[in-house]
């Protein structure tokens, strides 16, 4: 029997309300966009004062609001996350998400080898033309450099459309500028970024003197339709016409999995807004803050940043190379060593392989993966693509590497610092002095 909908709710039951279902559409636009400003208590220089002052620190949802003002972008729910630290492991997942694919492939790289790796590769991507699927790749001419020509043209008989990003000896007032991400997004559903690019020395366990211990991370999820609108910006860039990207539907905010912040910069766009959000999580941090970077030439201000956190008792770790492809970026960091290790921080250097990594993990809760080093070259010159990951058993796996690669590390003393040879250290203030140029 059907009740009156006009009669009376029934005593002792209060009138039920139907939740409103809210859809919304987020427009495939970059954010933040050229030209966007922050205020001045937004800056990376003043923002971690007000970070530390709030309540929840990392975990409450204050530190998203703070961030969402700095980014003027969504932070996407919803989202499941893996973590590889080994490069073969990598590798495989992405030759796995391309087998998979059915309308798109989007692949963009700072160095795209054609060794081993990057011929596997290859075929991988012109198996997926041939069942129809769209494949685009953008490569960096600078990091690409060492690949041959042949390697191109291949690519593009086999129905791959690739683009490469500021050929050297055109436009010779851009060469600085450098596409330093490494984004391969399948279907605008399927992520995955870090620090690993195209090559044997990434993805093989037969790399001359062994493989790069690095990080890459696979997000499946809405924040992979956020990389694609990335990857489209270096693609026009670079000559290729624009991608066709719909809106995005989010009708769920409260999504189980990872809340992602897809973290990106280029020259003149985002830069500002990426180091004011590294800043806001080292105001956040409460306890923990735990970084890996592969070339470290910090600044003043970054060694300001990692200092007030020490000073709030934050347990501040530095995991660098002890072992490194680039001895000069070395030397530049070891030159912030002594004012960091007074200031509390603790420093590691990384002996087993050669680290190309860069992450940051904090308190247990947020962690951040991707291509930035904290350098000047990143944050000045490099386009550069992170993923800010709020998921707790996310950020404890991170936590976990991040253990055990310490215990293959040599921690770095001041005493015995400040011992070092002459040499040593005259090489390390030259190569500070230079850092703005490496």
């Given amino acids: 029997m059907r009740s009156d909908p006009s009669a009376p709710p029934k005593a002792g039951r209060p009138p039920r309300r139907r939740r409103r279902r809210v859809l919304r559409l987020l427009r495939p636009i ?17 923002i971690g004062k007000l970070a530390a002052a709030l309540p929840g620190g990392l975990r409450g949802p204050d530190l998203e609001a703070l961030l969402r003002r700095v980014e003027a972008k969504p932070v996407h729910p919803g989202n499941r ?30 160095i795209f080898k054609d060794d081993a790796v990057g011929l596997s590769m290859l075929d991988e991507l012109a198996a997926a033309v041939r069942r129809g699927v769209v494949v685009r790749v953008l490569a960096d001419a600078l990091g690409s450099w060492s690949t041959h020509g042949d390697f191109w043209r291949d690519m593009e008989r086999r129905g791959i459309a690739a683009y490469l990003f500021n050929p050297l000896f055109k436009g010779l007032w851009y060469q600085p500028f450098r596409d330093h991400r490494k984004l391969l997004v399948v279907d605008r559903s399927v992520g995955f970024t870090g620090g690993m690019n195209i090559g044997v020395e990434y993805g093989s366990p037969s790399a001359p003197g062994g493989p790069w211990r690095d990080l890459h991370v696979r997000v499946a999820g809405p924040a992979a339709w956020g990389m694609a609108i990335v990857f489209g910006e270096g693609w026009q860039y670079a000559g290729g016409p624009p991608l066709d990207l719909p809106p995005l539907a989010v009708d769920a905010p409260d999504l189980p999995g990872g809340r992602v912040l897809v973290l990106d910069a280029r020259p003149m766009r985002g830069n500002r807004e990426a180091a004011a959000t590294l800043a806001a999580i080292a105001g956040a941090a409460r306890h923990r803050l735990w970084i890996t970077n592969a070339y470290f030439a910090p600044g003043h201000a970054a060694v300001r940043i990692l200092a007030d956190a020490a000073r709030r008792g934050v347990d501040v770790r530095l995991l660098l190379p002890g072992r490194t492809d680039v001895p000069l970026v070395r030397h530049a960091g070891h030159g912030y060593f002594a004012s960091l290790l007074r200031r509390g921080i ?84 030259l190569a500070r002095f230079l850092s703005p140029l490496l």
């Avoid at 080994?86 to 694919?101: L, N, P, R, T, Y």
């Avoid at 991707?370 to 070259?377: A, C, I, P």
């Fill in 30 to 46: 970059l954010r933040p966009g050229t030209g966007h400003r922050l205020p001045p208590e937004l800056t990376a220089r003043h």
């Fill in 81 to 110: 996350l893996e973590l590889y630290h080994s490069g073969e492991a990598a590798f495989a997942a992405m030759h796995q998400a391309v087998a998979a694919a059915r309308h798109e492939v989007l692949l963009e790289s700072y």
């Fill in 346 to 429: 603790r420093i590691f250097e990384y002996g087993a392989a050669v680290l190309h990594a860069k992450s940051l993990v904090a308190d247990g809760y947020l962690a951040v993966v991707g291509s930035t080093n904290l350098d000047f070259r990143s944050f000045l010159f490099n386009a550069e693509c992170n993923l800010v990951v709020f998921d707790a058993p996310f950020a404890g796996e991170l936590e976990r590497l991040f253990e055990e690669d310490l215990a293959q590390s040599t921690e770095i003393a001041l005493p015995a610092w400040r011992r070092r040879p002459r040499r040593h250290r005259l090489g390390d203030r």
